[in-house]
């Protein structure tokens, strides 16, 4: 059934960033309630291919652009989802700089524009603001530990100060804006090459190649399945009043690497083996939601289990692998660092 505003109009919904893995299935949950959907995005690390099934639908438009860069859109718009961001560590390392002003310019300028739309805001930040964790598991009034100096500080702090441009905003009364944090997610459409986890370790044993393990692998995470995500981030987005807290959404089951590694080699069976390389630096040891928070305000927990979602991540990538014209193929264009003056918000 189609959901409408109090007004009978349908509800149009910018989504930034909507060409990525979440996004794209962000766009297909908002269609099918009814909304109208702009996905806005530079594929940088997105690709055409996660939204093609949609390009021909009436309600979805498709707006190339960076949101380092001011951005206007002349239709009315009601919501805002700010998922623009690599987010994986090669690609949003791969130009620091141009990743720290998409976390505060971009951030700063879907603000400014939610501001002008009298729009409600939600920004896509990250269990990555917890840095390292000494508190375990980590709930959101822990206030982290992250090193501003270290390479992955241009992903960790730039969502740190976004979070912090969105709570700005709100307390100025300018703009209603609402901060999720995201911890690992993984599904369908997550790039095959994209050097998180669970895609490394899937597509290695579909291809037959050794497992990479990083550290000794008693490293833990907590995986939570990309439709999970996509409910609770519409319940953050549209629960009244607005919390103006940030909500942890994830799932709190906690694996090992090794754990997530033996189930992979038991769901995927070949002759692949396992090989251990050092850890890469500012890797954190432990990670898993305190999700609280988002039971008691949203009335959200995750419903699918890891060898589930693992199941249909791994047929994903089989066929991706099986129709590499199926591979996304981000452009990794690296825009001009020098972002100067490209920021909207007013002061
Ligand atoms: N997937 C996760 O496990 C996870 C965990 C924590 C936070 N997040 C956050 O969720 C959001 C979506 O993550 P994802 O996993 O879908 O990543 P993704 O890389 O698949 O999607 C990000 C999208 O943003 C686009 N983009 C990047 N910079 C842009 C810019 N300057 N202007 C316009 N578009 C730009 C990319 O092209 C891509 O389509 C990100 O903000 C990320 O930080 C994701």
Redesign the pocket.
């Known amino acids: 059934m189609l959901q409408k505003l109090h007004d009978g109009k349908t509800r149009t919904v910018l989504v ?2 909507g ?5 794209s299935h962000l766009c297909d949950a908002l269609l099918l309630r009814g909304d109208k959907v702009i996905c ?7 690709s055409r291919a996660n939204v093609r099934p949609l390009e021909n639908h009436p309600r979805f438009r498709l707006v190339e ?4 860069q001011v951005l206007d859109i002349e239709e009315h718009v009601h919501q805002v989802y700010n ?5 994986s560590p090669p ?1 949003y390392q791969a130009d620091p700089v141009h990743t720290m002003m ?1 976390c505060v310019a ?1 951030t700063g300028n879907l603000l400014a524009l939610a501001e002008r739309h009298n729009a409600s805001l939600l920004q ?1 930040s ?2 990555e603001v917890y840095g390292d964790p000494e508190e375990h598991p980590q709930r959101e009034d822990y206030r982290g530990n992250v090193s501003c100096t270290g390479p992955r500080a241009c992903y960790d702090e730039g ?1 740190r100060a976004a979070e912090s441009l969105c709570f700005d905003m709100l307390r100025a009364g300018r703009t209603d804006a609402r901060v999720v944090r ?4 993984y599904g369908p459409r997550m ?1 095959p090459n994209d050097g998180r986890i669970i895609s490394n370790l899937l597509v290695q044993a579909l291809s037959g190649d050794p497992l990479t393990i990083y550290g000794s692998g008693e490293q833990t995470r907590s995986f939570c399945f990309v439709t999970d995500l996509v409910a609770g981030l519409m319940a953050l987005m549209d629960v009244d009043p607005n919390p103006g807290v940030p909500v942890n959404i994830g799932n709190p089951g906690e694996f090992t690497i090794n754990e997530l590694a033996a189930m992979i080699l038991t769901m995927v069976p070949g002759r692949s083996k396992i090989v251990y390389r050092p850890l890469p630096t500012d890797d954190p040891q432990r990670r898993r939601p305190d999700i609280a928070r988002a039971k008691q305000l949203l009335g959200w927990e995750p419903k699918v289990q890891l060898s589930q979602g693992l199941q249909q991540t791994a047929d994903y990538f089989a066929s991706v692998l099986a129709e590499p014209e199926l591979r996304a193929t ?1 452009s990794r264009a690296k825009p001009g660092s020098n972002m100067t003056g490209a920021l909207q918000i007013g002061a």
């Open positions: 930034a960033g060409a990525g893995f979440v996004g806005v995005d530079s594929f940088l690390t997105g652009h960076d949101v380092c998922l623009a961001c690599a987010a690609s998409t971009g896509a990250t269990s969502k995201i911890f690992n997610t790039q981000p």
